[in-house]
Every structure is written in structure tokens, then in C-alpha cells.
């Protein structure tokens, strides 16, 4: 783990072609990757990257207006154009639910939702989402996480303004940025929020260390009027308080840190993992290889292990949502979820077949 902002820039060189290191990881590079992901899409409780981008898999809440509530899994292609969404998991009444084709949809699921990334928008209207752009951004602490963010927006077409308690560390920000505006003072002062006109901010991003003026933060943005927060949370406890609390997104370094170092852990070529549900589920990003178990069988006639499921795959330029007759490729990148208990089955999968001389 390598924190020296220095290094940053250099990570995959470092690791690859200087000391060797088979992961390099910087918790403030991936919060900052996390919050520009919540960026592009505001309005969903959670959103992760697969291949680059190119596949997403998103948590979004079901409103009972929605035209898909109450219609049951097999109903779904004739409601989403190109058949380009499958359901990953559910979360109803606190329990996780891997579904199958009889299973429906109900109002107030947590749903989790596999897509290609043209097709996000879309899927997104049938939840009952207006399209938000975020434009105006207020970032509340200057520390590490902070200037990067702020350093990522600083060229693009977003107002920022970034607000930090210390005077001899705001002239030092001020100098490294061009058009972000850098203001000292405490972003739980309601008049200073009020005389900055942080109600009519898009997007308020609380990261200073202390995670509780974070979550003050927040509910002070939402109370005069910010559409939407996020808090930078360490401690795992506080993470569905501060949901149950109203504050719509939450990045944690911890967190960040781990899902960056379990591919690392597991067996067969995964590329990147994301928790469901705490660590009740996994979804795991993963290379076919020529000799593992899952290629060249259609899906249909492949024992997978119980609550286990192949969401998607790229095939070079192509995304796949996977039918039964679907047949893994050789270099395929394959998106599967798997409940924990069948998770040490689902390594053996990817795993390449030993052969014996």
C-alpha cells in the first residue's frame, strides 16, 4: 500500500518494472476513482466498474411508481430494449436474495443490476430515475483525497469550490489548482454554508479525516437544499447509520483498500471483486483461461455451484448478457456472482484444469 503522492502517478510502473511488486495499491487513488463514478451517475445508491468501464453493475432503490415493479424476472426482456440488463441480486427486508426467472420485482427492493454502459440511462428511466448532471461540486476538505478530486475537476466543465480549515493549507491547494475556488472555514457553520450558497450545490463531498464533522457535513448540505452527499466513512459500523440517516453515498479508504486487494487473494485469474450486502455476496471480474472448467460448455449445461450466476461477458468489443445456450470463450472476461459459501467452487471454475504427464 503506498500512500506518497509522489509515487501515485508511477503505480503500475513501479510495480511492474522497477521493484517487482505484483499490487500496488493507494486507498486515495481508488475514493477518488469511487466518487467520480458516483458523478457520472447521481442518482443510484451504489455503481461499480467491470472491463474498464465498459460493463456496470449498479444498486439502485425500486420505487413503487416504476413500470418494472411487480413484474417477474422472465417478463423483463420485453421491457428493456436489446435485452441489455440482468438482476443480480436483491436486498428486500434485509435479506439478500439471489433470484431466478420466477422471482418479481417489488417496491422498495434494493436492486442490483448488471448493464452494458450504453445502455445505463435507459435501464435507469424504468426505475423511475430523472436524469441528473451534476454540474456545481462542493468538496469539504483539503487533505489528500480533496486536492485530487479537485485537481481531477479542475479541467473539466464543473463549478468547484473547495472549503478547508486551515489558512496555510488552503494557500497551498490555491496554488496547485486553476479554476477551483478555495475558501477557509467550517463546513458545519451554517452561516458560512448559507452566505456560500451551499443549497444550490449539485453534489456536496465531505473527505476531511474527522468522519463525524463529514456526516454533520452532509446532513447540513441536505438540509439547505444540496440534492446530493457523499461522506468519506472509515469505520464499516457506521455505514448503514449514515444511510438510514439520509446521506446518499458513502466512500471509505478501508473499504477501497480491500476490494483492491481480494483478486489477489482469490484462485484463477480475477481481475477485480465487489462486495454485496457487507460480505454476504461477491461479484467477481475474472479472465476465462483456455483450460478452466467453464469454457466450452453452454451455460445451460454447466453445474454451477448453488446461488451462483454468470451476469455478463466481454468478448473483445462485445458485452453479453449471457442466454442458457451462452458458451464461455478463451480470454472472455466473465462477471459472476457467487453467495460466500460457494465461492471456493466458483474459484475451482476459473482455475485452469492441472494436467498430469
Known sequence: MIRNEDFAAYQ????????????????????????????????????????????????????????????????????????RLIIAALVRDEQLIIPRGKDSLQAGDFVYFVCDQKDLQEILALFGSETSVVKDVLIVGGGKIGLRLAQQLDDRHYNVKLIEMDA??????????????????YATDQAFMEQENIGSMDLVVAVTWDEEMNILTCLLAKRLGAKKTVARINKFAYIPLVHAIG???????????IDSIMPAMRRGKVIST???????????????????????????????????????????????IPSGDTVIRPQDRVIILSTRGSLPRVEQTLMGKRRFL
Open 168 to 185: 496555510q493549507r488552503c494557500q497551498s491547494i490555491a496554488g496547485q489548482l486553476h479554476r477551483t475556488i478555495v475558501l477557509q472555514g
Open 274 to 320: 465487489v462486495f454485496i450486502k457487507g460480505k454476504e455476496a461477491e461479484v467477481l471480474e475474472a479472465l476465462a483461461l483456455e483450460n478452466s472448467e467453464i469454457v466450452g460448455t453452454p451455460l445451460k449445461e454447466f453445474k454451477f455451484p448453488k446461488d451462483t450466476l454468470v451476469l455478463c461477458l466481454a468478448r473483445g468489443d462485445e458485452v453479453i
Open 12 to 83: 503500475e510502473h513501479l510495480a511492474r518494472d522497477i521493484v517487482d511488486i505484483s499490487l500496488v495499491i493507494n486507498p486515495e487513488v481508488e475514493v477518488v476513482n469511487s466518487i467520480l463514478r458516483v458523478m457520472n451517475a447521481p442518482d443510484v445508491e451504489q455503481i461499480n466498474d467491470f472491463v474498464g468501464g465498459r460493463i456496470k453493475m449498479v444498486g439502485k432503490r425500486l420505487p413503487a411508481n416504476s413500470p418494472l415493479t411487480g413484474l417477474k424476472l422472465t417478463q423483463l426482456p420485453g421491457r428493456i430494449a436489446r435485452n
Open 247 to 257: 446521506i446518499d453515498h458513502i466512500v471509505s479508504p478501508r473499504r477501497c483498500a
